[in-house]
């Protein structure tokens, strides 16, 4: 992963405000941006959002999904990811499912992925 373009991966957030404003953000900060469709929940992380040494090789998903918005970032710099946050704070843009792409979960689908933050929030809130 030499140098990624940054990417964007948008969850449930067509039609909304929220998914209004972070369009408008993220095209502001010429980040790629890939609105994926629930059929495409089996697919790994990585392949969604361009690594292009992680196939697409999973059937379309057929389920019920989630609805719960959902953002994925992949290749920002430090400095770059804590512009994103702060921008997205200020503009009050509540996503609270965010995650960065990483070795250990660019192989995850959609919904493993889903599932790990909504227990890593859940135990945040028990805090």
């Known amino acids: 992963m030499t140098n990624p373009q940054e990417t964007a991966l948008l969850y449930n957030l067509e039609g909304s405000q929220e998914g209004r404003k972070l369009k408008l953000l993220l095209l502001q900060m010429k980040v790629r941006i890939r609105v994926i469709d629930p059929a495409q929940y089996l697919q790994p992380l990585g392949a969604l959002a361009g690594i292009r040494e992680i196939p697409v090789s999973s059937p379309e998903y057929q389920g019920p999904g989630f609805e719960d918005p959902m953002l994925v970032l992949r290749g920002f710099s430090d400095s770059r990811l804590d512009l994103l946050l702060q921008s997205m704070r200020r503009q009050?843009?509540?996503?609270?499912?965010?995650?960065?792409?990483?070795?250990?979960?660019?192989?995850?689908?959609?919904?493993?992925?889903?599932?790990?933050?909504?227990?890593?929030?859940?135990?945040?809130?028990?805090l």
């Open 92 to 126: 009050q843009i509540r996503i609270p499912l965010k995650a960065v792409l990483t070795r250990e979960n660019q192989t995850w689908d959609s919904l493993q992925l889903h599932r790990e933050l909504i227990r890593e929030h859940q135990a945040m809130r028990q």
